[in-house]
């Protein structure tokens, strides 16, 4: 990959302190002001990395490496350095809960009218709305704060330093068991009329082989089957209690997240303390944005890490458990109905993708790629369905102009800038117009699904063509970075790409730049990967290598360790080449190739050499 990692992340963390951190305080804010998620956003370009890759660790100050501890040398030694940086996260914490306790999940400035301007003309009850990104992104950044916080605590000697600690712990969990009982209550499942507008576009999204709509709607409810009955099991929150209408022959349905809590949704019984649990108001329909946000999020509960540190208690299990029944079966859902079985073209290959609501557009087709590569990674499928949903993010590049140049008239670039608005249904129940919600995030996206992807083909030439694609979305973005001053490795500027985008910016997003670090820490850990093993390559490993362990042999045979001690040390260095070969065989064959071919030319120097003696 043309990306590296660990130098541009350096860049962005130096850029991001300089930022924020002035004169000794933390600075919120960035080009959309302050809310929930931007805050997060914000601190979760440094936390991200710093929890997700263990080169860049911070919360053990024996083990910083020296260019990670330069570049947040504003913030001060190797213990002043995670101090304040959760002093930030106690500062968000303290911020984002009302004064009765409870967990603030709006997205406030985020939010845009519904011609998309900004919300000055929102009435206030509706900019205080709870929304899924904000869900989310506190799964995020509650789980990297405990662990970052138990770790760091380890360092600690003072019993009132460890209290602070603890507190802050005691804070993060309160907010993310707040944030998984809202993930609960936002999931939902859709049913609708075979006949109904959202039943005719599910029938024409799967149906790719021109059928009546007689031989379609059974072919659905047979790929579904499986998901109709597991949904039985869907006990709490929204989104239960729905198996039974499913049942009925005509009548299909969809499955996921809506973009907030839906409306009548009931409260979650836990004995966990979450505050209070307001009524829904978002339409009990799933958004492909906000079920792929979702999906990404509820996938840290149960990772390796999660487990591994211990970050959640018993009564978060719990919630977790409920919440990874619903992972499974959107995953599922939407795989099912993007990847039909039975051949022929998927529906995720005709771009772009439909909604029910009959509404279409290439980032649609984006986030169910990438729902669908998690569900193949589940399956074990094989490099040729991968290298098809591969041909799809190449042709979305190509379709929003990120490595094709926009003509004349061509308003592809407006995917990137100003974006692609959604209309969030139910937002105007409390008066004022519907709220919309602008997706910008195309670019990022993609490459992070790109270097996903790659990571997970076997084929060396199909690795190739992603990682291909993959340097040229990051040559995309590179050119959108803030160039001015102290803000070089922040993002976003737009205009530097499209020269038809008018706007200009001088303050960061961190929508976007924190997106950008999402996407290095995926190329970080599929560059921390073995190497891809070459069934071939190996062969050619063991070959070589058992050649030049028989002509080893055969030198010793002939005396040579009775050569003299120059020949003795020779010798030695040839057999710890050949034991580490062995060693490697299965993991690098290529390597082991590579030492076992430098043995054999040393081997037959000596040969030469006796032969010449022979001459002479």
């Given at each position: 990959?043309?990306?590296q ?15 924020s ?68 996260v106690?500062s ?27 919300p ?34 380890k ?55 021109n ?35 499913l049942d ?19 409260a ?34 149960f990772s ?75 399956q ?55 709220l919309t ?5 195309f ?14 083909l ?27 001053d ?128 022979g001459?002479?």
């Amino acid at each position: 990959m043309r990306v590296q990692p660990r130098q541009e992340l350096l860049e962005i963390w130096q850029a991001v302190v300089e930022h924020s951190y002035r004169d000794g305080e933390w600075v919120w804010g960035g080009r959309d002001g302050r809310n929930s998620i931007s805050d997060a956003e914000q601190l979760l370009c440094i936390l991200g990395p710093a929890t997700a890759i263990p080169p860049f660790a911070l919360d053990s100050p024996d083990r910083v490496a020296d260019d990670v501890l330069a570049a947040m040398k504003p913030l001060g030694g190797v213990v002043d350095v995670p101090l304040t940086l959760l002093e930030a996260v106690e500062s968000y914490l303290t911020t984002y809960t009302d004064p009765n306790g409870t967990p603030i999940f709006s997205a406030a400035s985020y939010f845009r009218d519904p011609g998309g301007k900004d919300p000055d003309g929102l009435k206030p009850e509706q900019l205080a709305q709870p929304v899924v990104d904000s869900f989310a992104i506190s799964l995020s950044l509650s789980l990297a704060t405990i662990g970052f916080a138990r770790q760091f605590r380890k360092s600690l000697r003072r019993r009132s330093s460890r209290s602070e600690i603890d507190r802050l712990e005691a804070m993060a969990s309160k907010r993310l068991s707040a944030a998984m009982v809202g993930l609960l209550r936002s999931f939902t499942v859709d049913i609708f009329e075979v006949d109904s507008k959202a039943g005719r576009a599910l029938c024409r999204t799967f149906n790719q082989r021109n059928l009546s709509t007689k031989r379609v709607v059974p072919q659905i409810h047979e790929s579904l089957r499986e998901i109709r009955a597991s949904l039985r099991d869907v006990t709490m929150g929204s989104g239960a209690g729905l198996a039974d209408e499913l049942d009925h022959p005509d009548r299909l349905f969809e499955c996921g997240w809506s973009w907030g809590i839906v409306r009548d949704a009931p409260a979650i019984i836990t004995n966990q303390e979450v505050g209070e649990q307001p009524a829904g108001l978002a339409e009990p329909a799933p958004y492909i944005y906000f079920t792929a946000v979702a999906l990404d999020a509820i996938e840290a509960l149960f990772s390796t890490r999660t487990r591994q540190l211990g970050l959640l208690n018993e009564e978060q299990l719990r919630l977790a458990q409920g919440l990874q029944l619903r992972w499974d079966l959107t995953q599922q859902y939407w795989s099912k109905i993007a990847v039909p079985t039975g051949g022929g073209r998927w529906p995720l290959e005709d771009i772009p993708w439909q909604r029910t609501t009959e509404k279409e557009s290439d980032y649609f087709s984006l986030h169910v790629s990438s729902i669908v590569v998690q569900d193949l990674v589940r399956q074990r499928a094989g490099d040729s369905d991968l290298d098809r949903v591969g041909k799809v993010l190449e042709e979305l590049a190509n379709r929003s102009r990120i490595n094709r140049r926009v003509f004349a008239g061509d308003q592809s670039y407006e995917l990137h800038a100003p974006g692609f608005p959604i209309s969030l249904g139910g937002s105007d129940e409390l008066g004022g117009p519907r709220l919309t919600w602008i997706m910008s995030d195309f670019a990022p996206l993609l490459l992070k699904r790109t270097i996903t992807l790659a990571g997970l083909l076997g084929d060396p030439q199909l690795r190739g063509r992603m990682l291909a694609l993959a340097d040229e979305i990051w040559a995309h973005l590179d050119t959108r970075r803030l160039r001015p001053d102290k803000r070089y490795g922040l993002w976003d500027q737009p205009a530097r790409a499209f020269e038809e985008f008018s706007g200009m910016y001088d303050a960061p997003s961190w929508y976007h730049t924190k997106r950008v670090v999402d996407c290095l820490i995926t190329a970080a850990q599929v560059i921390s990967a073995p190497p891809l093993r070459s069934d071939g390559l190996a062969g050619l490993g063991a070959t070589l290598l058992s050649e030049a362990e028989h002509l080893y042999d055969q030198e010793l045979l002939q005396g040579s360790p009775n050569g003299g001690y120059a020949m003795q040390m020779e010798l030695q260095a040839l057999a710890a080449k050949l034991k580490r070969a062995r060693a490697i065989l299965d993991d690098k064959p290529g390597t082991a190739a590579s030492l076992a071919n430098d043995v054999l030319l040393n081997l037959d120097r000596f040969a030469a050499a006796r032969d010449l003696d022979g001459e002479s």
